[in-house]
């Protein structure tokens, strides 16, 4: 929102149309004025004529008042009297415009009106049919010298050219036509009593709205105010989604995967278990086990490729939320993300019921998916991965990764870690792969895209999409502000000693001290 210092509302600022003012209201100062030059001329003309005691003649009234001063045999002042008129005119014409210049208020209105009155009387000095009497009077009030402008003076700030005798709006201590006072947003004329102002930019007060007040990207309607009269909204910390505070109690739906709400104008695809997935994370979403190897075997690449090499064959099943949650209760050992774990690196022999054929989209739901219970033999320290099923390549990938590291760190005898090492190590290998999907050629890392080509979204495009490599950035942006003390503090430990001694040297310090190098 812009800074309120710099914003005006200002009501009522300008009044379009021209209107003649009522009979019964007081005349304008500029009339008054020249009610004082003329009403010594117009009384001569039309009024009674009464006899003075020296030389008969008609004596001269100075508007109301019950003084009488005798007309002077011989004007005081030997200019010609069409210079005089002239002059007293253009000091009345001046002085009016200064003083409505000068009058409070951020626009003004002029008209017609008055300046063809004064047209009008300044014609009548020059008619022959007679020559008006002006009497000088001896103590004429003194003023201070006021400017005068030329009728042509007044240019609009819009346009450049003359307003000349038209109506115009004195605003922001400059002038425009009306139809040159224009909203800086959509260029129409502002003919509205109220308009905003930023700066020295006009807006329609809705065009000001717009651009200004934030708008809910769920309910795409304006972020209310809160009690006390502040705007409040949420925001994501990674994709800037602006959302009412509602939103989080009102049940609206939110993405397992990239955690943005469900706009109102779109669907969510619902996985069956209570969450949902929304069409961008659809797009490279693995469902059945069968999709998910050829990106197991080619993290199992990863490993190799980095001399981790894991010769035993560690089964993999993609499993539904219910069957990950029972293994967890299952398990004896081993650290699990709250509030959702999402992958499972299983040491105990369990039957687990996994995904044998994909769903079908059927409406805004999956149908038709097809599950198959599998009895797990512990034949080494790892009996089996699972992985939460409906989950984008990158993030299925992800979770693989890291709980594969996890069969490597048991497999190579790394017992009784810490949480916060374990995990945090684990959390590593993940960031490192996502890294070589997301930025191939990071660190010499050589990507897996390539060896994964038969995966759900590199099997049709051939190359990670800018959706998806936005994801990506998105999932490790996760793990780098995770605010968990195992996943997100143990992180950023063990990323710290990588970069430092390298991921051997500090795999070599966890074996012998079971803590990360300093």
């Not at 415009?97 to 000068?102: A, E, N, P, T, Y």
């Not at 003023?143 to 003359?162: A, I, K, T």
């Not at 990507?447 to 080509?453: F, I, P």
Request: hydrophobic share 30%; aromatic share 10%.
């Amino acid at each position: 929102m812009a800074d309120a210092t710099q914003i005006h509302h200002l009501s009522q600022p300008c009044i379009y149309g021209l209107s003649a003012p009522p009979n019964t209201e007081k005349k304008s100062r500029f009339m008054k004025w020249l009610s004082k030059i003329f009403k010594g001329s117009g009384g001569s003309g039309g009024g009674s004529s009464r006899s003075s005691s020296a030389g008969g003649r008609h004596p001269q009234f100075l508007e109301d008042e019950n003084m009488v001063w005798r007309a002077p045999s011989r004007s005081l002042d030997d200019r010609p009297r069409a210079s005089k008129d002239q002059e007293e005119l253009d000091r009345a014409l001046a002085f009016s415009l200064s003083d409505d210049l000068k009058r409070p208020g951020s626009c003004k209105r002029r008209t017609d009106n008055d300046e063809n009155t004064a047209k009008g009387l300044q014609d009548s000095l020059h008619r022959p049919s007679y020559t008006p009497y002006m009497p000088s009077y001896p103590d004429y009030p003194p003023y201070d010298p006021v400017p005068f402008y030329p009728r042509g003076y007044r240019l609009c700030s819009g346009c450049n050219g003359e307003i000349g005798y038209g109506n115009y709006l004195g605003c922001m201590g400059t002038f425009f036509h009306p139809e040159c006072f224009c909203c800086r947003s959509c260029s129409y004329p502002i003919t509205e009593h109220e308009f905003s102002l930023s700066g020295k930019d006009p807006y329609h007060k809705t065009c000001f709205k717009e651009l200004t007040h934030p708008k809910c990207e769920v309910c795409h309607q304006f972020i209310p105010t809160n009690t006390a009269g502040l705007i409040e909204y949420r925001c994501h910390p990674f994709w800037s989604q602006k959302y009412c505070p509602s939103h989080e109690h009102d049940q609206t739906a939110r993405c397992c995967s990239c955690e943005r709400l469900e706009s109102w104008n779109t669907r969510y695809i619902a996985l069956g278990d209570g969450r949902s997935l929304c069409l961008e994370c659809m797009e490279s979403a693995i469902m059945d086990t069968g999709d998910c190897q050829p990106l197991y075997h080619a993290i199992r690449d990863y490993y190799e490729g980095m001399n981790m090499r894991i010769d035993q064959q560690i089964p993999m099943l993609l499993v539904e939320r219910q069957a990950l949650n029972e293994a967890i209760v299952g398990e004896k050992n081993g650290f699990h993300h709250m509030p959702e774990t999402r992958g499972l690196c299983l040491s105990e022999e369990q039957t687990v019921t996994s995904i044998l054929r994909r769903p079908r989209i059927g409406g805004h739901r999956l149908v038709g998916m097809r599950t198959q219970p599998q009895k797990l033999t512990r034949r080494c320290e790892v009996t089996a991965i699972l992985v939460l099923y409906g989950l984008p390549r990158l993030l299925t990938g992800a979770i693989l990764a890291h709980e594969l590291m996890h069969g490597w760190l048991r497999l190579k005898g790394y017992r009784n870690l810490s949480p916060e090492v374990e995990e945090g190590i684990c959390q590593v290998l993940s960031y490192m792969w996502l890294e070589s999907e997301v930025m191939p050629g990071f660190k010499n890392m050589a990507s897996t895209s390539t060896a994964s080509t038969s995966s759900f979204s590199t099997s049709k495009k051939g190359k990670t999409s800018d959706v998806e490599k936005k994801l990506g950035e998105f999932f490790l942006h996760q793990i780098a502000h995770d605010a968990s003390p195992a996943y997100g503090g143990g992180f950023r430990s063990a990323n710290a000693a990588v970069n430092k001694y390298g991921l051997r040297r500090t795999l070599d310090h966890i074996r012998l001290t079971g803590s990360f190098p300093i």
